[in-house]
């Protein structure tokens, strides 16, 4: 038996000094109990935000906070009246009706009744809806060239991914549509078949998000891209399974999709980045970070995670020290 160990160590340190092996003391400086204790950092990160920096920001409720509070320190945002988009399909369908670019420019347009009255709801976006089909064409347009001037004019793009889970429409030529949220009930229950919903898959999410780097730098080649995922949780689920289940599937897609296309892409493009909003949100003790339906984060967490914004990407942090009048509106069950 003794024979057998020493055989084993002497088989192990000659691997180590034919530099087969690491050696323990290189790892040391990356082990969990040691960066827990030090600052976020990722190799993406560069130093460019400042106050004459552009930001133009699409994506869910975070990204709609984020914007919020970037802007209260007079940073120039872009806020086409689009509401928030989940999914990447749906933030690719409008990156690719800014710049013009030539796809099957599909739309899904829902007509309800609300109180004897026709609302016509757009199915890409939400919540985007108007009491007249001419009306709501006339603010698709507005967004559509707010959006476009933003897009070409931004220093900054921030895409916030929330989800892939989602629901899609079936074309009358047959084809899928993802949209934007789930279908209203009437028309769901009207015609259940021309609906389904399903996961997108890692491989799906990463297509998605190359196309969309790809079309960004169609439109604005100088513009730096930061990705990021969004902490809250799903609202509803359709999967026969717990919410908490099909919450963390939903972002282990689309968190494993951004961390492959970012490791390829960042190493040509420096202006490909990732922001761990996510990771940095779900660190900290549930308590301090969520309101009383465990669901809408509080204005404390928020703050918390811009200002690591701030730390990774500000020329000068002191310009963002100032408080501001930043609140999130109390969400109740």
């Known amino acids: 038996m003794m024979e057998s160990k020493k055989k084993n160590f002497n088989i192990i ?17 990356v082990i969990w109990y040691k960066d827990i204790h030090k600052k976020w950092h990722h ?27 970037i802007k209260l320190h007079s940073i ?27 796809f099957k420019n599909q739309q899904v347009i829902w007509k309800v009744k609300k109180k004897n009255k026709e609302l016509y709801i757009d199915g890409l976006r939400h919540p985007i809806l108007a009491y007249s089909f001419s009306e709501l064409k006339k603010i698709q347009q507005n967004i559509l060239n707010v959006s476009k001037k933003g897009i070409v004019n931004s220093d900054l793009i921030i895409i916030t991914l929330g ?23 009437d028309i769901f229950n009207a015609n259940s078949e021309k609906y389904r919903n399903r996961n997108m898959s890692v491989s799906e999410c990463k297509l998605c998000i190359s196309e969309i780097i790809k079309c960004i730098k169609f439109i604005n080649k100088k513009a730096k891209i930061v990705f990021t995922v969004s902490p809250m949780p799903l609202k ?35 202006n490909i980045i990732y922001f761990p909003a996510y990771e ?3 660190s ?39 408080d501001v009048d930043f609140f999130i509106k109390r969400k109740f069950f």
């Open 43 to 69: 190799n993406t990160w560069q130093k460019f935000l400042n106050k004459k920096t552009k930001v133009f920001s699409i994506g869910s409720c975070f990204a709609v906070n984020f914007g919020r509070w």
């Open 76 to 102: 120039e945002v872009v806020d086409p009246k689009w509401g928030m988009h989940y999914n990447p399909y749906t933030i690719l369908s409008e990156i690719k009706k800014a710049g013009g670019i030539s």
């Open 13 to 29: 340190k000659e691997l180590k000094d034919k530099n087969y092996m690491l050696d323990y003391e290189q790892l040391k400086k």
């Open 236 to 270: 509803t689920s359709f999967k026969d399974m717990s919410i908490r289940i099909s919450n963390n599937m939903s972002k282990a897609n689309l968190l494993s999709a951004i961390y492959e296309v970012i490791d390829k892409k960042s190493k040509n493009d420096s």
């Open 280 to 282: 940095i949100f779900m």
């Open 284 to 322: 900290e003790d549930s308590n301090k970070s969520w309101q009383d339906d465990m669901r809408h984060p509080t204005k404390e967490a928020v703050e918390r995670v811009c200002k690591e914004f701030v730390n990774a990407f500000a020329e000068n942090i002191n310009d963002f020290k100032a």
């Open 163 to 185: 989800l892939s889970e989602i629901w899609e429409e079936r074309t009358n030529t047959g084809e899928w549509v993802a949209i934007n949220r789930t279908p209203p009930k």
